[in-house]
């Protein structure tokens, strides 16, 4: 959840600290800025003692080398030696200790490099008895560099062996396809899975390569700040500009995916409706060598940092970037594109009619992957608006009812979360938000209009957070909804603010830009005095998925904020629904108890669980395929779960339809949202509620096609 300070407000926090930063460093001033900043607006009081140096140490060196595979014992214990006096630096605005765990780093990668090209330069046996120990928490530091050295042996025999078997599962679908096929031997196996795994390593060391001294300074900085809560955080000026990408869902640029591999930065896909697209020449499988800036001289970005390389292609909207290309035919070629805004159309609100064979009822499904809002003012779209908008489509097509799809929506705009759950009811009470050592103050919705009174399931998983919650909190607590979801949702239940440095920071242009700094300053609580801190939403309707019986989410996080409860406030039931909330839910029981795809996705579930709490793996070739064969064969009872249900399908709107006739780019899209839907099991269930809730409760048991 994200709040916006206004400069005025940013500067005043600061601006009696740092009016001058006169022979200080950057680091200096960054560091004593941060820690002002949690001081002064963070929702905690915490002492900057000897415990918080101890928290900030554990996270910083687990940060460094959570596998144990980088760091010798003697490291540790050299380290150790700063365990109680990283508050005395950071209240001396001092990095010795970060300067320290730099050097040993950068010597340390250098001597893993070594090893690796050591170690795969020879077979391995496979015959014996060793296994590799999966669970970092079993093992220790090695005491010296053969044994360090050891590790890795294991490690990248691991990694070998894995290789080696999906080799093996290729070459036996091959033979099947092709019964005259030749199935290689296993010395020539073992020799190729070495080298593909000699190569993924020397990728993994060039990336390692390429981090400065600025990246691992990041790494301390935020270790310093999550020790506070894990949502705290310092965003160096790159990483600001690529939050604020995804919160807006736009940019400027040319609207292309990139990826890396081998040091050359490959073009993944092209965004629908994009300049590249529009364009025409770019395309996916595209290896850029080269980046101009209009007429400007060429810079070369073969073996360049992939963000670094974004950073150049991208650019405000009008201006020309020249792309020096190398094409699937190995031609190599000049693409002039201008530059201007994109949208990632897929961080949208999306909507579709949901119909059932033999029905005319129609049941209205809203997919909303995130709160976004432009949180920098550039007239971008509102979350809020755009379901509204939405909304209106559905009505139109006389929808008895509205679902609305939050599963793995992390959150966003608190302010959109109060306008769109007005847009359910008439006026009232949507959140509880309490500052450090304030009473809590309400966010209301004060709109009488309401857009939608029919009845609405608000679908949840374990990775709905943040303002997500809230949504599924507020209409759960009204009764306007009924909430389904697969257990308790992620459980943050915190506001975090963004604070600019620069603009706090008069003058000192030599040592901008210092980034930003995002801070928790607020809790927020449900209408009915509970929070969703930890907890999460418990769904009114619960069902099974992968994710069921393990633990994850917010209480999975270190230094987590707690879990309290506030008085409630006055707020009005909805009363017009004609059936009992509570009896609905028990037909759901009754429905999906039955039902193969919920029963296998709960088997499943204990599956996961089984192989996630796996502690160690064998390295004997024999037994570790036999292993692998039984779990393949597990495996196979699951992975044909999702498959379209009979009777069951998901339209376009009209107005969409218009849209994406006039763009084909969008054609593809669309099919794969639509077909998605109609796999969903989890959908499915929701439109059978949605007609309960309407008294339209003649629904079939879905069977796949």
Not at 443 to 469: I, K, T
Request: aromatic residues 8%; charged residues 30%; negative net charge.
């Amino acid at each position: 959840m994200v709040y916006r300070y206004t400069a005025f407000a940013i500067i005043f926090l600061f601006a009696t600290s740092y009016r001058s930063a006169e022979k200080q460093s950057r680091d200096e001033v960054l560091l004593k800025m941060m820690m002002d900043g949690i001081g002064t607006h963070h929702y905690l009081v915490k002492d900057v003692n000897d415990e918080f140096s101890r928290d900030v140490f554990e996270l910083y060196i687990k940060r460094l080398d959570g596998n144990k595979r980088l760091f010798l014992q003697s490291d540790i214990d050299q380290f150790d030696t700063w365990k109680e006096k990283i508050d005395d630096e950071i209240r001396s605005s001092s990095f010795t200790f970060f300067t320290l765990t730099e050097s040993v780093w950068n010597e340390r990668m250098k001597e893993t490099a070594s090893f690796i090209e050591d170690i795969l330069a020879q077979p391995f046996d496979f015959s014996g008895n060793e296994e590799i120990v999966l669970d970092p928490d079993m093992r220790e530091f090695a005491k010296t560099t053969e044994e360090r050295k050891e590790m890795w042996r294991i490690s990248l025999k691991h990694q070998t062996l894995s290789r080696i078997w999906e080799t093996m599962k290729e070459e036996e679908a091959a033979k099947e396809n092709k019964p005259d096929a030749e199935i290689k031997e296993f010395a020539i196996l073992e020799s190729e899975a070495r080298e593909r795994v000699l190569k993924n390593n020397r990728s993994w060391l060039d990336r390692m390569e390429m981090l400065e001294t600025d990246d691992l300074r990041s790494t301390f900085l935020n270790s310093v700040a999550n020790a506070i809560d894990p949502h705290t955080a310092y965003f160096p000026p790159e990483d600001k500009e690529d939050f604020d990408i995804g919160m807006s869902g736009q940019l400027e640029g040319i609207g292309a995916t990139l990826t890396q591999r081998d040091g050359y930065t490959k073009v993944e896909r092209i965004v629908p409706g994009s300049p590249s697209a529009r364009q025409g020449e770019l395309e996916g499988g595209d290896v850029i060598l080269k980046v101009a800036q209009g007429n400007e001289e060429a810079v070369d970005i073969v073996d360049m940092r992939l963000d670094k390389a974004v950073r150049l292609i991208r650019g405000p909207k009008g201006t020309v970037v020249r792309l020096t290309v190398k094409k699937g035919d190995a031609s190599v070629k000049l693409i002039s594109i201008i530059r201007d805004v994109v949208v990632l159309s897929e961080t949208y609100a999306k909507s579709s009619i949901l119909k059932i064979e033999g029905s005319e009822a129609n049941v209205g499904y809203i997919r909303l992957p995130k709160f976004y809002a432009d949180f920098n003012g550039k007239e971008g779209r509102s979350c809020a608006k755009d379901v509204e908008q939405e909304i209106v489509k559905l009505r139109k097509q006389n929808v008895s009812g509205i679902i609305l799809d939050l599963r793995n929506n992390g959150g966003g705009s608190l302010q959109d979360v109060v306008d769109m759950t007005g847009l359910f009811i008439e006026t009232g009470p949507i959140v509880q938000v309490k500052s450090r050592g304030g009473s809590p103050y309400v966010l209301a919705d004060r709109n009488p209009a309401l857009q939608f009174d029919g009845p609405v399931v608000v679908l949840v998983n374990a990775f709905s957070a943040s303002a997500s919650e809230i949504m599924a909190a507020a209409m759960q607590d009204y009764g306007r909804a009924i909430v389904i979801g697969t257990g308790p949702t992620f459980g943050k239940g915190t506001v975090q603010r963004f604070f600019d440095l620069d603009q706090a920071l008069e003058g000192n242009q030599d040592i901008k830009p210092l980034g930003s700094i995002k801070l928790t300053t607020q809790k927020f609580y449900r209408i009915n005095g509970g929070t969703t801190q930890l907890n999460g939403v418990i769904p009114d309707i619960v069902l099974p998925d992968v994710y069921s019986q393990i633990e994850i989410g917010e209480r999975e996080n270190e230094f987590p904020m707690v879990c309290d409860m506030i008085d409630p406030v006055t707020f009005g039931k909805w009363d017009k629904y004609q059936v009992a909330l509570s009896d609905i839910g028990k037909s759901s029981v009754s429905r999906t108890g039955g039902n193969e795809f919920f029963r296998k996705m709960a088997e499943n579930s204990a599956r996961w669980k089984e192989n996630r709490d796996r502690k160690t793996v064998t390295l004997n070739y024999e037994a570790f395929v036999a292993e692998s064969r039984v779990d393949e064969e597990e495996a196979k009872r699951y992975e044909d779960l999702s498959k379209a249900i009979a009777g069951f399908s998901s339209i376009t709107l009209p107005e969409d339809s218009v849209k994406i006739v006039a763009d084909s780019s969008l054609i593809a899209l669309n099919e794969d949202f639509h077909d998605s839907n109609e796999k969903d099991s989890y959908l499915w269930e929701a439109m059978q509620v949605i007609r309960e809730m309407a008294g339209k409760p003649e629904a079939v048991a879905g069977k796949e096609k």
